[in-house]
């Protein structure tokens, strides 16, 4: 997506909008499950982490890019992480990379009480926080941030098209699930040559359900972003289309159309009258990432 400074800057702060005004209204609050909320901004990417009632795990929201769009003042993308608790059936259909990562050292992340009152909550260790719990937070610790690849723990995404007189409109684009197939046997080894894992040739080593994750996060987008904008109208649309699998030889994946996996994309179009009109989105604007393994 082309990237634009102005309306990458409006995105960032209606979406911190939406989430911190949801988080300060205690029956906002309790309607979306909202329980924490971090801005964090690396490098020139900036992403939310968020936890919710009822998901042992932290979502990431991240932002790819933001642009002009015809008949909206801007159109985002983002895209969507889940990195479950290991109590989680999901972590089990992690692959087995995802595994050791998500116990690593790289989630020893602590929670903190901040000397400077900024969006990130007291997460990033460099704006002066102090540790206050030994328990995880169960997201990444930020100093391994660039070290854990793109496609790990990718769950589907997510734009949103922005009109501050019309409307919006939400989308949400993902898969039943993100399967990698073994082609062929595999050791994986650990840095001092030792045996982290056999893989057998036809093993899912992956079977991440990336559509149901994505859902529970897009719908509370969609109510927060409703309630606070009084949006009173919801015109909601459905694809599905073939989706891919990805077949491995432990070095590298490539992508195979499969049957087996549904690519579905939802979208609510959302309104304060019903006399009000929305521009269409493309349905092909947007693709998903394919960097899973």
Same mark, same amino acid.
């Given at each position: 997506?082309?990237?634009?400074?102005?309306?990458?800057?409006?995105?960032?702060?209606?979406?911190?909008?939406?989430?911190?005004?949801?988080?300060?209204?205690?029956?906002?609050?309790?309607?979306?499950?909202?329980?924490?909320?971090?801005?964090?901004?690396?490098?020139?990417?900036?992403?939310?982490?968020?936890?919710?009632?009822?998901?042992?795990?932290?979502?990431?929201?991240?932002?790819?890019?933001?642009?002009?769009?015809?008949?909206?003042?801007?159109l985002a993308a983002?895209?969507? &992480?889940? %990195? @479950?608790?290991? $109590?989680? +059936?999901?972590?089990?259909?992690?692959?087995?990379?995802?595994?050791?990562? *998500?116990?690593?050292?790289?989630?020893?992340?602590l929670p903190s009480?901040?000397?400077?009152?900024?969006?990130?909550?007291?997460?990033?260790?460099?704006?002066?926080?102090?540790?206050?719990?030994?328990?995880?937070?169960?997201?990444?610790?930020i100093a391994f941030?660039?070290?854990?690849?793109?496609?790990?723990?990718?769950?589907?995404?997510?734009?949103?098209?922005?009109?501050?007189?019309?409307?919006?409109?939400?989308?949400?684009?993902?898969?039943?699930?993100?399967?990698?197939?073994?082609?062929?046997?595999?050791?994986?080894?650990?840095?001092?040559?030792?045996?982290?894992?056999?893989?057998?040739?036809?093993?899912?080593? &992956?079977? %991440? @359900?990336?559509? $149901?994750? +994505?859902?529970?996060?897009?719908?509370?987008?969609?109510?927060?972003?409703? *309630?606070?904008?009084?949006?009173?109208?919801?015109?909601?649309?459905?694809?599905?289309?073939?989706?891919?699998?990805?077949?491995?030889?432990?070095?590298?994946?490539?992508?195979?159309?499969?049957?087996?996996?549904?690519?579905?994309?939802?979208?609510?179009?959302?309104?304060?009258?019903?006399?009000?009109?929305?521009?269409?989105?493309?349905?092909?604007?947007?693709?998903?990432?394919?960097?899973?393994?």
């Amino acid at each position: 997506m082309e990237v634009g400074e102005d309306k990458i800057v409006e995105t960032i702060g209606l979406v911190n909008h939406v989430w911190l005004a949801t988080l300060a209204d205690e029956q906002a609050k309790k309607q979306i499950g909202l329980n924490h909320v971090s801005h964090m901004w690396d490098q020139d990417r900036p992403y939310w982490y968020l936890w919710f009632d009822g998901c042992p795990g932290v979502y990431k929201m991240e932002l790819q890019g933001s642009k002009s769009a015809k008949g909206y003042d801007w159109l985002a993308a983002f895209s969507l &992480k889940y %990195y @479950p608790a290991e $109590t989680e +059936s999901s972590f089990d259909n992690l692959s087995t990379l995802e595994k050791l990562c *998500r116990t690593s050292d790289m989630f020893h992340s602590l929670p903190s009480y901040g000397v400077c009152d900024c969006p990130c909550q007291g997460l990033h260790p460099g704006h002066g926080h102090k540790i206050h719990s030994s328990k995880n937070t169960g997201a990444p610790d930020i100093a391994f941030h660039d070290v854990i690849p793109a496609g790990f723990f990718y769950t589907g995404d997510v734009q949103i098209a922005f009109n501050e007189r019309s409307g919006s409109v939400i989308r949400l684009e993902s898969q039943t699930s993100w399967k990698t197939i073994m082609q062929s046997d595999f050791t994986l080894r650990d840095d001092a040559g030792g045996t982290l894992a056999e893989l057998k040739k036809g093993q899912a080593d &992956k079977d %991440y @359900p990336g559509f $149901t994750i +994505s859902q529970l996060l897009y719908r509370r987008l969609v109510a927060s972003w409703s *309630r606070i904008h009084q949006y009173t109208v919801e015109s909601k649309s459905v694809r599905e289309l073939e989706g891919t699998v990805f077949l491995s030889d432990g070095y590298t994946a490539a992508p195979m159309p499969s049957a087996d996996v549904k690519r579905t994309i939802i979208q609510s179009e959302l309104r304060r009258n019903p006399s009000d009109r929305l521009d269409p989105l493309p349905w092909d604007d947007h693709h998903l990432m394919e960097k899973i393994v």
